[in-house]
Nanobody, 124 residues
Framework: QVQLVESGGGLVQPGRPLRLSCAASGLTFSTYVMNWYRQPPGKDRDLVATITSTGGSTNYADSVKGQFTISRDNAKNTVYLQMNSLKPEDTAVYYC?????????????????WGQGTQVTVSS
């Protein structure tokens, strides 16, 4: 019953900004690392940005450092991706991901959930 629902994608002109949102339900949001991935046409899905459960630390792919910003609002169970100065090569389906490890009797079990994706197309 876990759901991650992305929104905010669409067609945008080069150089313009866009903010993606991912609303989570059915999980204890504040215990999950949240990630954004993207998959350009004909290519593999790659990690773009990650944020710790408290929002205290973030990391980015080299290709988007200084351009994208990930943030989260645990009170709203929502993670965001602010994308500035968009370029045609940013065109992709963007996916929200929630990840955690549940440790039971010394064994770690992954919890890994995905949204349906939202299309971002950068074109003039």
């Amino acid at each position: 019953q876990v759901q991650l629902v992305e929104s905010g994608g669409g067609l945008v002109q080069p150089g313009r900004p866009l903010r993606l949102s991912c609303a989570a339900s059915g999980l204890t949001f504040s215990t999950y690392v949240m990630n954004w991935y993207r998959q350009p046409p004909g290519k593999d899905r790659d990690l773009v940005a990650t944020i710790t459960s408290t929002g205290g630390s973030t990391n980015y792919a080299d290709s988007v450092k200084g351009q994208f910003t990930i943030s989260r609002d645990n009170a709203k169970n929502t993670v965001y991706l602010q994308m500035n100065s968009l370029k045609p090569e940013d065109t992709a389906v963007y996916y929200c991901n929630a990840f955690s490890l549940s440790r039971r009797l010394g064994v770690a079990y992954p919890n890994d959930y995905w949204g349906q994706g939202t299309q971002v197309t950068v074109s003039s």
